[in-house]
């Protein structure tokens, strides 16, 4: 056979594939597949299969060369749940039959490794906080394992297995984790938290980490690391110690136990990191690195990435190493169906030519949180791979070849879906559905949204609140400065229009028009097909009904919109005929929620799969509260309420001052007897170290009681703050509006998951106070209960402002301080 293939090399032309490619080549009534390796050989079968498959017969002919653009090409599975398990926080999951019953599913792991070889993916990612404690046992901390021998035994046979089966089909399994996590157990053993994003490294944590990444390295040779510095852990420095003399020594550890050089490989994620720095250090001691970001944030927002987030890509990709694209989470698709080939096409084709990218790491397009099911209302329950089979085939197909002919993709998938559903050659009419409404949400995130991260879920809508006065709930700057063609927010365009100035780019008002236009289209499309299905008759109507969700929302958003542009430009006029007018605008909207709530009301179990306090917006999802539309409708239907009666109010004489909350003071006891408390008035300094007078504040802190702090000390070392009290307290904290060292980072649930577990991760009152020499203040507040408490926001300078008591509602708003304060509590009219 050798020499075939030899000769099929040697005829005029010809070339050898590269790494995984293949030949399927006919030669005197031979039919030759020749792979570049054990993947190439697999993916020629696989090939010639599908030829046979289509036409029933052998082809005649075969002159067939090909080979993946990416080199790594995967998808991931979380190992975690939509809500935190009793008396742990966020990531931490034991690898249980009670915890994960489909975890020990062999049949499952086949249909989904099938599905893997299929689509031509090559890695398989599961996502952990510390799986190390539910896979292997320590001779030095055997305490620390995480499960019972008899769970402990079904881990090691259900790991061993996936990464045999894996391996068989070329398939590298990944193994995620975050750090510094310990579990549970050992954490117990030596009173320490199982994670703390302010501890530093200490030797007994090194220890155990290195040796449980080296015990695993040893067990499961055939398993990689994706390794996430951030989040449980603060600091470039840390980041790269971490790294370089705890993680990687720890594999070298478990390869030497192995007596192999064969080193696994190890992807460094850019999140909540410095990657440049990280890399720089850690390349010269280990060489199987690869580097993965996020594409679009933990949303799909556009195939046109640019911008700060567009050059970190491209900086990591010039780093030595194979860089892979994370598209990550999907916050504002679900939990709706996603099947626009197209945008995926495009998205690829911008990994490569905007990023520099050669690796592909999908999520699931929905439902992360409650793999491996659906959130479809439906029994049995819907398996996200069979629901979603189209999201997997169109990233794994364009990770392969993202240059494929617009026209011939089009009869590809529109042959496809009508194989799939029998529709006499509608199959076409399936996918032009499939890509109107696939552009709906992108564009609504990207020119209105907070953030791109999952905090907030787009498809439960947004309050009036976060339209009029974004800053107010932390608008992260990636999603308009990275993640879209460039173009303007909603409080630019209204300024602009007021101004008489040109527009640049994609403006509110054009994304508002043409997603009422893709949203009609879309149902226009959908029904074309719909008599015409003669198979699969059940799920064709729940991708109707997705697109019918679709254009109801893309009502809603250009009625409210339409609705907070009518209330900006009041802020400018002060004419009531503004607000007047955006009355029907706004009660559209409501019409548009309800029928998008009547949509959804039977036929979805939640609209996300993050059923925490972590979710924000638009409204918290505390307890597992607030994860569907008819849950959301009564926050609508009452904003409307509010804003009909507020209205009532303005023009009767009244303002917004009136409705702001009163704060009374409350006596605590500060363990540390030398720290200086002053009341808050103008002239005052801030710091007792250099000139900081308070030059402006709102009135209802004037009450209060705040600690003087030394500046150079919170910038050189993290602070904490010992008190205690008789009664819940909240403690009013200070973050000055700059993002430059050395102030104090603002809570960033983007990047620090247990950014708001006091209640802290949003501005109560936002441009405060206003001080010398200094930026604006905004004002959060962290919750404590009665007794002895330590407040600990970080290392960087910020303020104590005052202690009041536990139970005040402090409904966020502006302050408006100082000449770029922004507008005053426009907010009060919805509230």
């Not at 002919?61 to 926080?89: N, S, W």
């Not at 989470?329 to 690829?348: C, H, T, W």
């Not at 064709?540 to 609705?563: G, P, T």
């Not at 010398?772 to 507040?781: A, E, F, Q, R």
């Amino acid at each position: 056979m050798k020499w075939i293939f030899k000769k099929i090399l040697a005829k005029q032309g010809a070339d050898k594939p590269g790494k995984e490619g293949y030949i399927l080549n006919t030669n005197a009534n031979q039919t030759v597949i020749a792979g570049a390796d054990a993947s190439g050989a697999l993916y020629g079968c696989l090939d010639l299969a599908e030829r046979i498959a289509k036409s029933g017969k052998l082809p005649a002919q075969l002159a067939v060369k090909d080979q993946p653009e990416m080199v790594m090409r995967g998808a991931c599975i979380g190992i975690q749940k939509p809500e935190y398990l009793p008396g742990r926080t966020v990531y931490e999951y034991p690898y249980t039959p009670e915890n994960f019953p489909w975890l020990y599913d062999k049949a499952l792991w086949i249909k989904y490794l099938d599905m893997l070889v299929d689509n031509r993916m090559n890695s398989l990612y599961l996502w952990n906080g510390h799986p190390f404690a539910s896979l292997v046992k320590l001779k030095d901390y055997p305490y620390a394992l995480e499960v019972d021998e008899e769970t402990f035994k079904k881990n090691e046979e259900i790991f061993s297995f996936l990464t045999k089966e894996a391996d068989k089909r070329g398939i590298w399994v990944i193994q995620m984790f975050y750090n510094i996590i310990v579990s549970k157990p050992f954490a117990e053993k030596h009173n320490i938290k199982t994670q703390d994003r302010k501890r530093p490294i200490t030797p007994l944590i090194s220890d155990y980490t290195r040796k449980s990444i080296a015990a695993f390295v040893e067990k499961y040779p055939n398993v990689g690391l994706l390794i996430t510095l951030g989040e449980a852990m603060e600091g470039d420095d840390t980041d790269v110690e971490w790294f370089t003399k705890t993680i990687i020594p720890g594999v070298k550890d478990g390869l030497a136990a192995l007596k192999t050089d064969v080193q696994p490989p190890i992807v460094l994620r850019g999140h909540d990191t410095n990657p440049q720095m990280v890399m720089k250090a850690a390349l010269p001691i280990y060489k199987s690195l690869y580097t993965m970001n996020k594409y679009n944030g933990e949303a799909l927002t556009t195939y046109q990435p640019r911008g700060p987030w567009a050059k970190m890509h491209r900086e990591m990709s010039e780093l030595g190493s194979i860089h892979i694209e994370n598209v990550h989470i999907l916050a504002n698709l679900e939990p709706f169906r996603y099947g626009s080939a197209d945008f995926i096409r495009k998205s690829v084709q911008a990994m490569h030519d905007v990023h520099g990218a050669n690796g592909l790491h999908i999520y699931p397009e929905a439902s992360y949180r409650d793999w491996p099911y659906s959130a479809d209302n439906v029994s049995p329950r819907q398996l996200q791979i069979d629901r979603d089979w189209m999201w997997y085939k169109a990233w794994a197909r364009y990770a392969w070849n993202c240059r494929r002919d617009r026209t011939e993709e089009v009869k590809y998938w529109s042959e496809e879906l009508d194989k799939t559903f029998d529709t006499q050659n509608h199959g076409g009419d399936i996918l032009e559905a499939y890509e109107q409404a696939g552009e709906i949400t992108p564009k609504l995130l990207r020119r209105f949204g907070i953030t791109n991260g999952n905090r907030q879920t787009l498809t439960l809508g947004m309050t009036m609140s976060q339209l009029v006065n974004p800053k107010k709930h932390r608008v992260w700057p990636e999603l308009y400065n990275s993640d879209g063609p460039e173009g303007e927010t909603l409080t630019e365009f209204v300024e602009k229009n007021l101004k008489g100035e040109k527009h640049i780019g994609e403006t509110p008002e054009q994304v508002i028009k043409e997603v009422v236009q893709h949203g009609q289209f879309s149902v226009e499309a959908i029904d074309r097909a719909q008599p015409f299905v003669k198979k699969e008759k059940e799920e064709f109507q729940r991708i109707r009904n997705d697109m019918y969700c679709h254009r109801a929302l893309a009502d809603f958003f250009s009625e409210k919109v339409q609705a907070a542009e009518l209330v900006l430009k009041y802020t400018h006029s002060k004419s009531i005929a503004d607000l007047k007018n955006a009355v029907p605008h706004l009660e559209k909207s409501v019409a548009h929620f309800k029928e998008l709530a009547n949509l959804t009301k039977d036929t979805y179990l939640y609209a996300n799969s993050m059923q925490t306090a972590q979710r924000r917006v638009p409204v918290g999802g505390n307890d597992g509260k607030n994860k569907t539309w008819v849950e959301l409708l009564p926050f609508y239907e009452e904003e409307l309420k509010q804003f009909k009666k507020h209205l009532t109010l303005l023009e009767s004489g009244k303002s917004a001052e009136e409705l702001v909350a009163k704060l009374e003071p409350v006596a605590v006891t500060l363990q540390d007897k030398n720290v200086e408390m002053f009341t808050l008035a103008k002239g005052e300094p801030l710091f007792s170290d250099r000139e900081s007078a308070i030059t402006g504040l709102a009135a209802e802190l004037s009450v209060l009681k705040g600690i003087r702090l030394n500046a150079g000390e919170l910038a050189d070392k993290q602070t904490s703050i010992s008190f205690s009290s008789k009664t819940p307290v909240k403690v009013l904290v200070g973050y000055f509006q700059s993002k430059d060292k050395p102030y104090l980072a603002v809570p960033n649930l983007e990047t620090d998951a247990t950014g708001n577990d006091f209640g802290q991760a949003e501005a109560k009152i936002t441009a405060a106070l206003t001080v010398k020499g200094l930026p604006n203040i905004n004002v959060h507040s962290y919750t404590f209960p009665a007794g002895n408490n330590t407040l600990v926001p970080g290392k960087g300078i910020f303020t104590v402002l005052g202690f009041i008591d536990g139970d005040t509602e402090i409904k966020p708003y502006a302050a408006a301080m100082g000449s770029d304060g922004g507008a005053r509590n426009i907010d009060w009219l919805f509230e």
